[in-house]
């Protein structure tokens, strides 16, 4: 079997329709002249961890979600902008090719372009309403530029990662929650509409990637894959430094030497929790990693991870219903 015939134009065709059926503008369909309601939280419990804080008021815990929340839509910003680069320089690839393929990878691209916008927006109007000693700790260019020098086979893995652990915030955390503010919580149910789409094209060209590699290049590209969790990681010990501390002077003076570390740990882990662990958990994305990795690539992978494998929720209350 050849690789196109392995990957029909048929899927990409589907992709299409459901990216041309669910399209939304920024203004028309979403903002619609609104603003955030600062007297709600952002971020639920299970994945800002915020129970993990029993000394929180209730409005110190509205605050925590919220400076969590502002970051949670800055990363997707950030992150976006290797994706979009990534997709555009695949979809050229099949540009005297499949021309479903071509046509649905510069669709992805586009509405990564719109998400980037709606993120840079949302980063202005938060600045305006929430004020503090907020800012990010890593730049949307750099980062891309080292994610970018990694093999592409570790990029579509980690981009399958972050689409997939997008879908299970939205489908299991942010849409039940009833108390999360409307306009915040729309963001990530209209982000979440075309992240579906995005999904099953990350798994297609990740295993047409996957397909063209020998077994000595899967073996580099997996260590590809740990630096990027790596310097995620990095990026997440930053950004939760600063949003403990942003966190901390728009709070007050009233924390004493220990729950002040305290919040700086919490952070973290939420963090942890959020952007590498819940999408090792997730069951889809777990299925197609271990389905193209050998037994020995596995081990190797779950080593290290495992630094990380404490940060779950630590009441069951506040898991996300995912397997182990
Ligand atoms: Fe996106
Ligand atoms: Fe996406």
Redesign the pocket.
């Known amino acids: 079997m050849t690789i196109d015939s392995a990957f029909p134009s048929q899927r990409y065709a589907k992709v299409i329709q459901a990216s041309k059926r669910v399209h939304w503008e920024i203004d028309r369909d979403l903002m619609r002249g609104r603003s955030f309601d600062m007297t709600r939280k952002f971020l639920p419990d299970g994945l800002s961890l915020v129970g993990e804080l029993p000394f929180l008021t209730a409005s110190e815990q509205r605050l925590f979600s919220q400076v969590q929340g502002r970051t949670y839509a800055n990363l997707?910003g950030l992150v976006?902008r290797f994706i979009s680069a990534k997709m555009c320089e695949i979809g050229g690839a099949h540009a005297l090719g499949d021309q479903a393929a071509f046509e649905a990878l510069l669709r992805f691209t586009a509405e990564?372009l719109k998400?980037q916008e709606l993120f840079r927006r949302i980063e202005t109007m938060l600045g305006e309403q929430m004020g503090g000693a907020y800012a990010s700790a890593a730049q949307p260019d750099a980062v891309a530029g080292v994610v970018l020098g990694k093999r592409t086979w570790a990029v579509l893995g980690l981009t399958t990662h972050i689409e997939l652990f997008v879908l299970a915030h939205y489908r299991c955390s942010i849409d039940p929650d009833a108390d999360i503010d409307p306009l915040w919580k729309d963001v990530f149910r209209y982000?979440w509409i075309?992240?579906a789409q995005h999904a099953v094209l990350d798994e297609l060209e990740w295993l047409r990637e996957d397909a063209k590699l020998s077994d000595v290049e899967r073996d580099a590209a997996v260590d590809d894959l740990i630096a990027l969790v790596g310097a995620v990681d990095r990026i997440l010990q930053g950004q939760a430094e600063v949003d403990a501390a942003c966190f901390l002077a728009m709070a007050g003076p009233r924390f004493d030497a220990g729950q002040r570390r305290r919040v700086g740990e919490a952070m973290l882990k939420a963090y942890r929790w959020q952007y590498i662990v819940s999408g090792v958990m997730e069951p889809r994305f777990r299925k197609t990693l271990f389905g193209i990795v050998s037994e020995t690539q596995r081990r190797r992978i779950e080593k290290a991870l495992l630094p990380l494998a404490y940060a779950v929720p630590a009441t069951p209350a506040m898991a996300l219903p995912m397997a182990a």
Do not use: C, Y
Request: no cysteine.
């Open positions: 997707f976006e990564e998400h982000h075309d992240e």
